[in-house]
């Protein structure tokens, strides 16, 4: 592949004064001319096999593996599967900065603003260091993104601990307990948490696996990761069964063992060791500081645990759970919603890779654009899974909106994004790929959920 042949400017040439001639903030001065492809000739895979029809929910989402189709709530055209594992078998996330800078400008359009932002500063950094990869880019980009966003965070923590004397008796005291923890993960400084969290580790295990080279040990430990998550491990009162440790000890090919040191956290140490074996196998530094950790807070160690925005919320959810007084709940909800998280600022971004693997970096930055179905009538509110009731949205708009009614979460969206979207897609009719009468009832249902209308003049 030609990497960094634009004509008379080298991007990445390390003199001083290319360096000063050229505003290396300026993304204008980084695209690739017209002639020059080595970017952006895959984007839709080459010489592949004609698209032939729309008959399910794969074969929707796989059309832009095809043809470039926009997201129906932000209009950013979407990515496929085909294009993203393409970059990582090719090794553009893993190689040197200078190459995944150089191959992502053909991606600029895609990307959302924050992941946007954060290929900028790895792109500028490129000039200095062509050669590092990925991992180290962040690690150097690290403690001033750091810095920055814990000057986002503590004013909004802050007014969260204000609020605390307001809690009614019995939920005051935990969520104290919450905002002093955080304050720790925030400033990461050590502490000894009360308890292991399966969902939390599972939840950054399960980040990470897109990511994973090995297929087959990825699957593994997902499938790992699974009974930490179990109801038996949060409840103290409930009692081990047989079929469940029988299932742990199968899993982690635990043979000798003494039946009188079976308990909750020796099973949960078992699968969480079983993991790191995996982990290092695979190289994957992340996955193993994510089980020394998990391992240091079962036997009760001081540990750093770093600020998760998810994380928090889930916890927060807990301690007010039950709580009487909806107003304050209301108001406490407004202000946690102001947090920056890795969708919202290019620092938390940036803090929350400082130790993953390159591959899990890249993916991450692209992993907004891929695309997905939306049930335009909700699954939670007995939507169909049928042709007529999907749509295809960015996985960021497609996430964010969850289960709210259409007609509430495209309020921020251009109307005119909508109508492009459905030309697009009336394009695969006329390509006889989707039929008529299922094109037609897809605009009555977008056009009930949305309260929004299609202008119907251009499907004649």
């Excluded at 601990?161 to 990461?188: F, N, Q, V």
Aim: aromatic share 10%; hydrophobic share 35%; net charge positive.
């Amino acid at each position: 592949m030609k990497i960094l042949g634009i004509t008379g400017f080298n991007i990445f040439k390390n003199t001083a004064s290319n360096k000063n001639e050229h505003n290396r903030n300026d993304y204008a001065a980084y695209r690739l001319p017209a002639n020059d492809t080595a970017a952006t000739s895959d984007v839709f895979i080459k010489n592949a096999p004609a698209f032939t029809g729309i008959k399910s929910a794969g074969d929707f989402r796989n059309l832009v593996n095809y043809r470039p189709v926009h997201c129906i709530y932000c209009g950013r055209p979407m990515l496929g599967g085909k294009v993203i594992g393409r970059l990582k078998s090719n090794g553009v996330f893993s190689g040197p900065i200078k190459n995944f800078a150089q191959e992502m400008l053909g991606f600029l359009d895609y990307l959302h603003p924050t992941e946007k932002e954060a290929l900028k500063k790895i792109t500028i950094m490129a000039f200095d260091s062509p050669n590092i990869r990925l991992s180290e880019a962040i690690k150097r980009l690290y403690p001033e993104a750091n810095k920055e966003l814990l000057k986002e965070q503590k004013p909004i923590l802050k007014e969260l601990s204000a609020l605390a004397d307001l809690l009614p008796r019995g939920w005051k005291t935990k969520y104290k307990k919450l905002i002093t923890i955080s304050r720790y993960r925030l400033e990461e400084k050590e502490y000894i948490p009360d308890e292991f969290s399966g969902k939390e580790f599972s939840y950054k295990i399960r980040r990470v696996s897109d990511t994973l080279k090995d297929d087959y040990l990825a699957a593994r430990i997902i499938k790992l990761t699974e009974p930490l998550t179990h109801s038996i491990f949060k409840n103290a009162d409930t009692p081990l069964n047989d079929k469940f440790v029988s299932k742990i000890l199968s899993m982690t090919e635990t043979r000798d063992y003494d039946k009188n040191q079976i308990s909750k956290t020796y099973l949960q140490k078992l699968l969480i060791n079983q993991i790191a074996r995996y982990a290092e196998i695979m190289n994957r530094k992340d996955i193993l500081n994510f089980c020394t950790t998990a391992i240091d807070t079962i036997d009760r160690k001081p540990v750093k645990i770093k600020f998760s925005n998810k994380a928090f919320r889930y916890d927060l959810n807990e301690v007010l759970e039950g709580m009487p007084d909806n107003t304050l709940r209301a108001r406490i909800d407004n202000i946690v919603k102001r947090l920056p998280n890795s969708q919202t600022s290019v620092n938390s971004f940036i803090t929350k890779h400082e130790n993953a693997a390159s591959d899990a970096i890249g993916f991450n930055m692209l992993r907004p654009s891929l695309a997905t179905i939306e049930h335009m009538h909700p699954k939670s509110d007995h939507g169909p899974n049928e042709l007529y009731n999907y749509a295809l949205a960015c996985g960021r708009d497609n996430n964010n909106r969850s289960s709210e009614p259409m007609k509430t979460f495209i309020l921020p969206f251009k109307p005119g994004t909508q109508q492009k979207y459905f030309i697009e897609i009336w394009n695969e009719v006329k390509r006889n790929n989707l039929p008529k009468n299922v094109f037609f009832k897809m605009i009555k249902t977008y056009e009930q959920e949305s309260g929004r209308r299609i202008d119907m003049k251009a499907f004649k």
